[in-house]
């Protein structure tokens, strides 16, 4: 799985990545770990944009939450943005939403990643 990688020069350490499908499901979600590994193992803070998903199952919330832990043992940050209705519904349903960082916004996120 290729996903759209793009560094912030204002930001050293920091990747915002987008998916390159609609649905992170127990079809791809082996590709996604692979993927998203390889930017958690060189990068500080991942920026994830979720605008293009639509679904997500619970092997694509787990491989999520693999990730968040990923970057939270290296002292990392994982941030979520543009998250579609039925999947922000999903992780209302699942009470991830208290788990991730959810943004409505790239913006928005980094703002925070500003302030921080």
């Known amino acids: 799985m290729d996903l759209v990688i793009a560094t ?3 930001r050293p350490g ?14 791809n979600v082996k590709d996604f770990r692979a993927a998203i590994q390889t930017v958690a193992d ?3 803070t991942v920026v994830l944009d979720m605008q293009r998903l639509t679904f997500v199952d619970s092997s694509g919330l787990g491989a999520l939450l693999s990730c968040l832990r ?15 209705k039925p999947v922000r519904a999903l992780f209302e349903l699942v009470r991830m939403h ?10 928005e996120a980094l ?3 500003a302030a921080a």
Not at 15 to 21: G, Q, T
Not at 70 to 84: A, N, P, S
Not at 98 to 107: A, D, K, L, V
């Open 8 to 10: 912030l020069e204002s």
């Open 14 to 27: 920091t990747a915002v990545v987008s998916f390159p499908m609609d649905n992170l499901d127990a079809g």
């Open 42 to 44: 060189t990068h500080d």
């Open 70 to 84: 990923t970057m939270k043992g290296k002292k990392g940050q994982l941030l979520l943005f543009g998250m579609t």
């Open 98 to 107: 208290r788990i991730f960082s959810i943004y409505n916004s790239q913006e």
């Open 111 to 113: 703002a925070e990643l």
